[in-house]
Structures are given as C-alpha cells and as structure tokens.
Nanobody
C-alpha cells in the first residue's frame, strides 16, 4: 500500500523556519519526481517546489531563495526547508510523488505563520 505521510508543520512567527518531511512507503521512491504543494481555503492548490528523479528543481517565484526542496532516496523521504517565513506562507502543505500519469498525495500538514 502506498503511503505519503507529512510532518513538521506548526505555528511559527514571521521570519522563522520550519522543516517539513514527507515519508513515503510502497513506491520505488528514487524513480519518482516529488513535490510540495500548498492550499488555502477557497483557493486552488499551488505548486511550491518540485524535485525530479534527476534532482532538477523548480520553485514558485514567491519562495525562491527562502525554501529548499531535497530528497533522501535511502530514507524514501522528501523535505522542504522553509526559511524567512511570511504570513502569506500560511497554508496546508501537501507532498506528492509522480511517475508519468501516476500521482500519489499525502494528507497534508498545516503551516501557520503568525505573531
């Protein structure tokens, strides 16, 4: 059974940092592209960062220079290091794993940036 489980979300003050983790099981992790997306109420889910199996990366403009996506193929885990957080980063963050037309999603973790 395929599982993607996010962790690391929480409440943080503006300017602070969080590190999200997404542990996967049931897939050959190293051949999947992985990504982080976020969603706020009433809005569409948006791509935050993606990381290919070839380690190519892409980020939404609003997080460039602040967020870093990485993967540990030995641990079947993808990370999102988030620095200099802003209130507008508040959202539910989801990880996914993609191979061609196959897409798996995690259940999401809440990130709230507020003083």
């Amino acid at each position: 059974q395929v599982q993607l489980v996010e962790s690391g979300g929480g409440l943080v003050q503006p300017g602070g940092s969080l590190r999200l983790s997404c542990a996967t099981a049931g897939i050959t992790f190293s051949i999947y592209a992985v990504g982080w997306y976020r969603q706020t109420p009433g809005k569409q889910r948006e791509m935050v960062a993606v990381l290919g199996s070839d380690r190519s990366t892409n980020y939404v403009d609003s997080v460039k220079g602040r967020f870093t996506i990485s993967r540990d193929n030995a641990e079947n885990t993808v990370y999102l290091q988030m620095n200099f957080l802003k209130p507008e980063d508040t959202a539910v963050y989801y990880c996914n794993a993609v191979l061609g037309t196959i897409v798996y999603w995690g259940q999401g973790t809440q990130v709230t940036v507020s003083s």
